[in-house]
């Protein structure tokens, strides 16, 4: 049995020691944001936050989890959205969408330590792949949000 605590609530799984965390919160828990890339802890999709810290779930043994505090997209704001996602919005950040649950997430975690990243600090943070190439908008939601800026007025 393997206890693991998901946004804020304890679950007793009866799983191997050696599972990847990504397959626990999806086909146990069900937690579908949290989504399959690579499954090398290359591309980022699978990112949540352990302890805080943003982490690729895809290779990370829920035996390394095991009683610390793991978040995934579905409980980083509750309730309604949080700033993050709301940025991603006003500055349309997504394209098809599939990496933004796993970039949100390292975007939380980078605010969360530096409120006020560099353009440096988001580029080391967001080592997350986007196959649509929306950088320059992530870096315009994530500066965004640190300076607590509205979203620009669209014509």
Request: hydrophobic share 40%; glycine share 8%.
């Amino acid at each position: 049995m393997v206890q693991l605590n998901v946004n804020g609530k304890s679950y007793k799984l009866d799983i191997e020691d050696d599972m990847p965390l990504l397959w626990a919160l999806r086909d146990e828990l069900k937690f579908a944001g949290t989504k399959f890339g690579c499954g090398v802890a290359q591309c980022g999709a699978c990112t949540v936050h352990v302890d805080g810290e943003a982490v690729r779930s895809c290779v990370m043994p829920v035996s390394a989890v095991a009683g610390k505090k793991i978040v995934t997209i579905e409980g980083l704001s509750k309730p309604g959205i949080h700033k993050v996602q709301k940025a991603w919005i006003e500055h349309d950040v997504p394209q098809c969408g599939y990496c933004q649950t796993g970039m949100i997430m390292a975007a939380a975690a980078l605010l969360a330590k530096k409120p006020k990243p560099t353009d440096a600090d988001i580029d080391d943070a967001m080592s997350n792949l986007c196959r649509c190439g929306t950088y320059a908008r992530v870096r315009e939601a994530i500066h965004a949000v640190a300076e607590n800026k509205p979203a620009p007025v669209k014509a």
